[in-house]
């Protein structure tokens, strides 16, 4: 058991919205099995390929298809995600990532990795420092500065889809409206879906924000620069053109 590791298991865990969404369509049943998947891909390095799911069915004790339509609903409401690297939960790749972290730190003379890694980065710092009292306040700052350092490094390493939309200046509550459409249409907020995103905000010549407002208006889950070009010539007025970059000249 030495090489075995734990996450933990918040003690509300059932009562979150999501994984009460999650028991209202899968019962208890759901539950279980999403816990279980969490315990699968600390074991596969954070990531579950889709031509997996026929062995991990087995291994679950339930039908195939049953699993991959468990699988998808919790896609939808961002219990997982997927990219190309397969299916993935956030917060198990930041177990995974901040435990390699103290592991490396331990070789090379830091600290040793014993200890449950805790489900946010503080808390897993705060007990890592409760066990270097002895070493002094000096050493104590130290180490803190260097966790706060590594938290962001891990931090920077998570993908998230509506911060990347946030971040191409788009209206806050305009992203929150889309995302509600891409999950009622099951669109994946993955990496790869972003990037194409926004190679075809580039292409449109209209700026993001005004992009994903008309996809929202128009109950669209991506966005292609052809749609958004024949919307504005069938209908520019009540549009402000001042918000476009040269498409009506």
């Known amino acids: 058991m030495k090489n075995s590791f734990y996450f933990d298991h918040d003690y ?25 998947l969490l315990e699968c891909l600390c074991e596969s390095k954070g990531f579950i390929k889709r031509e997996a799911l026929a062995g991990l069915s087995l291994g679950l004790n339930m039908d195939k298809a049953e699993l991959i339509i468990m699988i998808d609903f919790c896609l939808k409401i961002s219990l997982f995600y997927e990219n190309k690297d397969g299916i993935y939960s ?15 730190a331990g070789r090379s003379g830091g600290r040793g990795n014993k200890g449950r890694i805790k489900p946010g980065f503080k808390d897993a710092k705060a007990t890592l420092e ?8 000096n050493s104590k700052g130290e180490n803190s500065k260097e966790e706060d350092s590594k938290e962001e490094d891990i931090k920077k390493d998570i993908f998230n ?20 459409v891409r999950a009622k249409k099951k669109a994946i907020n993955s990496e790869t879906a972003f990037k194409a995103i926004k190679k075809e905000i580039e292409l449109s010549g209209f700026i993001a924000n005004e992009c994903i407002k008309i996809s929202v208006e128009k109950s669209w889950a991506g966005f292609k620069s052809e749609w958004i070009i024949n ?3 069938a ?8 918000k476009f970059k040269g498409a009506f000249s």
Do not use: M
Not at 19 to 32: K, P, S, V
């Open 90 to 104: 956030n917060r198990i790749l930041q177990h995974i990532e901040y435990r390699q972290k103290l592991s490396d």
């Open 130 to 137: 409760a066990g270097e009292d002895s070493k002094g306040e």
């Open 231 to 233: 919307e504005i010539k």
């Open 235 to 242: 209908k520019t007025n009540g549009i402000d053109k001042s």
């Open 12 to 36: 509300n865990a059932r009562n979150d919205q999501k994984i009460l969404e999650l028991r209202a369509e899968f019962g208890w049943t759901g539950y279980a099995i999403y816990f279980s």
């Open 161 to 180: 889809f509506k911060n990347s939309l946030l971040s191409l200046g788009i209206e806050k509550q305009i992203v929150s409206d889309w995302l509600k």
